[in-house]
């Protein structure tokens, strides 16, 4: 996979400002970046857009939403209204996909919390249509279900795509959080025509920290290029993204970090 084929996810280098993310991604020859919402907000969703448009560089996706469960129906109506405002960045942005992390277990109800979920995205799905922003279920790896995301594996992100029923929802395979998956590629082959967007990194021991311990890709033991394979044969043709959130990448020289990474990613990915 080449350059050409990837993109940058803001996380990695959060130090960066957008401006400086972009010069460094044309460096790179990178085709894309994945900003964060708090990146683009100190200059506006549209004027980001034109920035990166003017630098040349894509959109791969951007985060993020979701978060719908809240103990009170108040809380489920205030994460309603912000993931219409993420839509509507997404839009004016120029993003096509914006990513959807679910929220995290409420009240020890895990079935209602995905009730919650689920009516969470049905409340936004027209609005995502009408901006022509498609919705991307991000499952994270179990060890976050109490405090980011119910959703918890590909399996049942699939389940909840396809109980919807809805073309304008996807799913994101993060390889950092579906790994371990024991059917992974024939949930990858299940969700075919629905992939929107692949984000590589790697596991490496000890977890130091539940959010950023991730590795660069090459230190661990995910079989990223295998898992590619796997992503393009259920036909995902999109940028993959660099997302590395991790405590020792953010002490590093952002400029090396981003080096290393286009390194491995042709390396291994």
Same mark, same amino acid.
Request: hydrophobic content about 50%; overall charge negative; charged content about 20%.
């Given at each position: 996979?080449?350059?050409?084929?990837?993109?940058?996810?803001?996380?990695? =280098?959060?130090?960066?400002?957008?401006?400086?993310?972009?010069?460094?991604?044309?460096?790179?020859?990178?085709?894309?970046?994945?900003?964060?919402? +708090?990146?683009?907000?100190?200059?506006?969703?549209?004027?980001?857009?034109? !920035? $990166?448009? +003017?630098?040349?560089?894509?959109?791969?996706?951007?985060?993020?939403? /979701?978060? %719908?469960?809240?103990?009170?129906?108040?809380?489920?109506?205030?994460?309603?209204?912000?993931?219409?405002?993420? &839509?509507?960045?997404?839009?004016?942005?120029?993003?096509d996909v914006l990513v959807l992390?679910?929220?995290?277990?409420?009240? @020890?109800?895990?079935?209602?919390? @995905?009730?919650? $979920?689920?009516?969470?995205?049905?409340?936004?799905?027209? *609005?995502?249509?009408?901006?022509?922003?498609?919705?991307?279920?991000?499952?994270? *790896?179990? !060890? !976050?279900?109490?405090?980011?995301?119910?959703?918890?594996?590909?399996?049942?992100?699939?389940?909840?795509?396809?109980? &919807? /029923?809805?073309?304008?929802?996807?799913?994101?395979?993060?390889?950092? *959080? =579906?790994?371990?998956? #024991?059917?992974?590629?024939?949930? &990858?082959?299940?969700?075919?025509? *629905?992939?929107?967007?692949? #984000?590589?990194? +790697?596991?490496?021991?000890? &977890?130091?920290?539940?959010?950023?311990? @991730?590795?660069?890709?090459?230190?661990?033991?995910?079989?990223?290029?295998?898992?590619?394979g796997w992503v393009e044969r259920?036909? %995902?043709?999109?940028?993959?993204?660099?997302?590395?959130?991790? +405590?020792?990448?953010?002490?590093?020289?952002?400029?090396?970090?981003?080096?290393?990474?286009?390194?491995?990613?042709?390396? =291994? =990915?």
């Amino acid at each position: 996979m080449e350059l050409s084929r990837c993109s940058i996810n803001s996380v990695t =280098v959060r130090a960066l400002g957008l401006p400086a993310l972009l010069r460094e991604a044309g460096r790179l020859g990178v085709a894309g970046i994945a900003p964060w919402r +708090d990146l683009i907000a100190p200059y506006g969703a549209a004027t980001a857009g034109r !920035m $990166i448009a +003017d630098a040349g560089l894509a959109v791969s996706g951007l985060c993020r939403g /979701g978060m %719908f469960t809240a103990p009170t129906a108040a809380g489920r109506r205030a994460a309603v209204a912000d993931n219409l405002r993420a &839509i509507d960045e997404a839009r004016a942005l120029g993003a096509d996909v914006l990513v959807l992390v679910c929220g995290p277990v409420t009240g @020890r109800d895990l079935a209602g919390s @995905r009730t919650m $979920i689920r009516e969470g995205i049905e409340a936004v799905l027209g *609005h995502a249509r009408a901006a022509g922003v498609r919705l991307g279920v991000e499952p994270l *790896h179990p !060890m !976050m279900a109490a405090d980011r995301s119910a959703v918890t594996s590909l399996r049942e992100a699939n389940a909840l795509r396809q109980a &919807i /029923g809805d073309p304008q929802l996807g799913v994101i395979v993060d390889a950092y *959080h =579906v790994w371990w998956e #024991h059917d992974l590629e024939a949930q &990858i082959a299940a969700a075919a025509g *629905h992939l929107l967007g692949f #984000h590589v990194s +790697d596991w490496v021991t000890p &977890i130091e920290g539940q959010l950023s311990s @991730r590795g660069m890709p090459g230190d661990g033991c995910i079989d990223l290029r295998r898992m590619r394979g796997w992503v393009e044969r259920a036909g %995902f043709r999109g940028l993959a993204e660099v997302e590395i959130l991790s +405590d020792r990448w953010w002490a590093e020289e952002p400029r090396a970090v981003l080096d290393l990474a286009a390194e491995r990613f042709l390396d =291994v =990915v």
